[in-house]
Each structure stands twice: as structure tokens, then as C-alpha cells.
């Protein structure tokens, strides 16, 4: 038995039934569909047999259309069809749904929709907390743009990701293309933290950033200064609690290479110098380190940038 689709698609005026591969009739206006999909402007602009010579399932005096779709990918994609003011546009926040609407935009040629399913997965949200999804989506419906956004996005995470729903949707070839980017991404990065000419070329000299430099040019401070020359600066040894950020941040920016990555770990410096309660570094560390994370976190993003271009390997037709 079927059943009848909620409003708008109830209208007691409607001029078609579409019915749901789960058997939910929507009583839809010809004329919405017809604008909104060529498809649909010929499939009821086709001449109507004469009465009797059809098997043209009626209803109500209505055509009834058996559709392939389920009625919640319908529904979404009807509220598209329909002018504003009678259905709002559905949220596509939900991943699971963008791609069967996806699919229905293209076989119906709904442009519009196909851009609005693009604008959903470039959702800066979605794509924070998700980046791997988009991609495995955006990879599986060729959509270029939106594949190498995707990627990029993964670089916040760890190269190997955790299972996602959406593994199937691409190849294995797909993935190892994406885990090499990641890890290409990760070797470009790498020279930021091992050759420090970016920095000394930023600060010219030693007078524009003592704060880097401890004890040396600070009697109260009480951090201590390294030892090795690993991160010195001109020749001088950096406060110790500089040196141990640099170390761990270049190993966490092999597994995630990423402006977001300096940002993170910069504010966990922070915290842990103000909680030293040194003299020189505590009420300072905030400004010098937040001006410090923006400039790494713009290198590192742009280290990675000319790395993108080599990702996308499924062409689409
Ligand atoms: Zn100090």
C-alpha cells in the first residue's frame, strides 16, 4: 500500500504522481519539474495515448511515474526542483545523502543541484571534522575541484586514517594516490624545521626576537638554553622550551602537514611556558609565539601547495 509524501508534495492540485522505489507517492506540479530538468520537460511533454491504448498507471485521474530513487533521496531532490518559497532547500550536511542525490541530479541533468551538492561538500564543517569522506564522495562523482580540497584537508589528520563509510567509494589506487600526496606534503614541510634561513630572513637580527634566544640575552629568564645546535639561530643557542617545540612540532608535521598543525601545537606551548612562571617567557610568550605560528603556519601551507597539482588521477567521463 502506498503511502503519501508530507508537504509540499501532497498538493490536492498536483498534475503528476511520482511514486518512490519504497512505494511513497508525491504529488508533484509538472511545470516545477519541467524547469528545473530538460529530462522532465520531455518525459511529460510526450503526447498522451488515446484513452485505453496505454498501460499508463492512474491514479486519481493522475499519472503515477515509477521512480528509482527511495523517498528520502526523492524528497531532497524534489525540495531542490520546487521554487523557495514553496520548499526550502534541503541540508546536505548529512554525507550519507549527498551521493544518491548526486546521482539522481545527474540522470535528470539538474545542473543546479549538482553545484549545490558541490557547494555542500566544500562546507568548511563538513570539511574539518571530515575531510576523508568528502574526498572518497568527491573522487567516486569526479568532481575535480572538490577532490583536491578534500585532500588538502586530510593533511590536518594522520596519513593513515581510521576506517570511514565511504572506503568503498574509491580504489585502491585512489587511496595510495592520496596517502602519497599526504606523504609527499609531509617531506616538503620537512626543510622548515631543519634549515631555520626562513626565520633568520624574517627577523634580520637577533634584536627582534631575544625572546627566542633565553638566557642569552635575558639574565631573568630561567628556561635554560640548549645545548646542541640544532635550532640555533646566528650561531646561538635557542631557549630550551623553543627547541623542544620545533622538535616535536617537525615530527608532528611528517604525519600532519598543516598550518593547523602549528597553530595547535603552538597553543599547547603556550600554555605549558606560561605555567613556568619564568620571568622573561611567561607574559610574554602568548604575542611572540602566536606571530611566530601564524608566519610557520603560512610556510607550511605554502610548502604544500605546489604538491596538490600531482593528486588528481581519475579523469572523469
Ligand atoms: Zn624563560
Given at each position: 500500500?502506498?503511502?503519501c509524501?508530507?508537504a ?27 524547469l ?17 491504448a ?7 485521474g ?8 527511495d523517498?528520502?533521496?526523492?524528497d ?6 520546487y ?11 548529512n554525507?550519507?545523502d ?31 571534522t ?17 577532490t ?11 596519513l ?56 642569552y ?6 628556561c ?27 615530527e ?5 602537514p ?5 597553530r ?7 600554555q605549558?611556558?606560561?605555567?613556568k ?37 581519475r579523469?572523469?567521463?
Amino acid at each position: 500500500m502506498a503511502t503519501c509524501a508530507s508537504a509540499p508534495f501532497d498538493h490536492a492540485q498536483a498534475d503528476v504522481i511520482l511514486r518512490s522505489a519504497d512505494g511513497v507517492e508525491f504529488r508533484v506540479f509538472k511545470l516545477f519539474l519541467s524547469l528545473a530538468s530538460p529530462l522532465f520537460e520531455t518525459l511529460f511533454g510526450l503526447p498522451q495515448a488515446p484513452d485505453g491504448a496505454t498501460d499508463q498507471e492512474m491514479k486519481d485521474g493522475l499519472a503515477v511515474i515509477a521512480m528509482s530513487e527511495d523517498s528520502k533521496t526523492l524528497d531532497s531532490f524534489l525540495r531542490f526542483c520546487y521554487p523557495s518559497t514553496l520548499a526550502e532547500d534541503p541540508s546536505l550536511e548529512n554525507l550519507e545523502d549527498i551521493l544518491s542525490i548526486l546521482a539522481a541530479a545527474r540522470k535528470y541533468s539538474l545542473d543546479l543541484i549538482e553545484r549545490k551538492v558541490c557547494q555542500a561538500l566544500a562546507n568548511p564543517k563538513v570539511l574539518e571534522t571530515e575531510p576523508i569522506r568528502c574526498f572518497a564522495i568527491a573522487q567516486n562523482a569526479r568532481l575535480k575541484h572538490e577532490t583536491i580540497t578534500a585532500a588538502r584537508h586530510t593533511l590536518r589528520h594522520p596519513l593513515v586514517p581510521a576506517q570511514f563509510p565511504e572506503i568503498g567509494l574509491i580504489t585502491a589506487s585512489e587511496l595510495l594516490a592520496l596517502l602519497t600526496y599526504h606523504k609527499n606534503c609531509g617531506i616538503a614541510v620537512q626543510p622548515l624545521t631543519k634549515d631555520l634561513k626562513w626565520l633568520t630572513d624574517h627577523y634580520v637580527n637577533q634584536n627582534a626576537c631575544r625572546w627566542l634566544l633565553g638566557p642569552y640575552y635575558n639574565g631573568t629568564c630561567s628556561c635554560g638554553q640548549v645545548t646542541d645546535n640544532k635550532f640555533s639561530l646566528w650561531g646561538i643557542q635557542t631557549v630550551t622550551w623553543w627547541a623542544t617545540y620545533m622538535q616535536e612540532l617537525s615530527e608532528l608535521l611528517m604525519d600532519r602537514p598543516s598550518g593547523d598543525t602549528v597553530r595547535t601545537a603552538t597553543d599547547k606551548t603556550i600554555q605549558k611556558v606560561r605555567s613556568k612562571n619564568c620571568g622573561a617567557c611567561s607574559s610574554s610568550v602568548k604575542a611572540n609565539m602566536t606571530e611566530f605560528s601564524d608566519l610557520l603556519a603560512l610556510k607550511v601551507d605554502e610548502a604544500v601547495a605546489p604538491v596538490c597539482t600531482l593528486l588528481y588521477i581519475r579523469e572523469r567521463f
